[in-house]
């Protein structure tokens, strides 16, 4: 099965902290079983530009990622529609880029891996979700 990385997989993989060992599994699989959705791609380039102080080595991180290592999943109106239905059943609040996150893996018949405790709280008959461990 696929697994669509959110932003918070990739991170942990990056900075070699905890579940970056599942991480690295997923994505020795190649581009047909690790993928980022387009959300993501917005939002690592954020949390690079804050986290690598040279712009040079978070463009090529942030690209290493993007293009080498991962396969692109675009968002779609299925990916909104689905985005829409997990934040409606959700509890608690989800950041509209999580949900959208979320809705890809669902509307693609996805495994989401990610880091945000806030996405446990998700449901979906087609939701799979695989919780890496917290940052100690």
């Given at each position: 099965?696929?697994?669509?990385?959110d932003?918070?997989?990739?991170?942990?993989?990056?900075?070699?902290?905890?579940?970056?060992?599942?991480?690295?599994?997923?994505?020795?699989?190649?581009?047909?079983?690790?993928?980022?959705?387009?959300?993501?791609?917005?939002?690592?380039?954020?949390?690079?530009?804050?986290?690598?102080?040279?712009?040079?080595?978070?463009?090529?991180?942030?690209?290493?990622?993007?293009?080498?290592?991962?396969?692109?999943?675009?968002?779609?109106?299925?990916?909104?529609?689905?985005?829409?239905?997990?934040?409606?059943?959700?509890?608690?609040?989800?950041?509209?880029?999580?949900?959208?996150?979320?809705?890809?893996?669902?509307?693609?018949?996805?495994?989401?891996?990610?880091?945000?405790?806030?996405m446990?709280?998700?449901?979906?008959?087609?939701?799979?979700?695989?919780?890496?461990?917290?940052?100690?």
């Amino acid at each position: 099965m696929p697994h669509l990385l959110d932003t918070s997989a990739v991170l942990a993989h990056f900075l070699d902290e905890p579940g970056s060992d599942v991480v690295s599994r997923i994505l020795a699989g190649g581009k047909k079983k690790a993928l980022l959705c387009a959300p993501s791609w917005a939002e690592l380039e954020r949390r690079l530009a804050e986290l690598v102080p040279d712009e040079e080595e978070a463009e090529r991180v942030w690209t290493l990622y993007t293009q080498e290592l991962c396969g692109f999943l675009p968002l779609d109106a299925d990916s909104v529609r689905a985005a829409i239905d997990l934040r409606r059943s959700a509890e608690g609040r989800l950041p509209l880029i999580d949900a959208l996150i979320a809705g890809c893996a669902s509307a693609n018949d996805m495994e989401l891996v990610h880091r945000d405790s806030h996405m446990d709280r998700l449901s979906g008959e087609n939701l799979k979700i695989t919780s890496l461990p917290t940052k100690s």
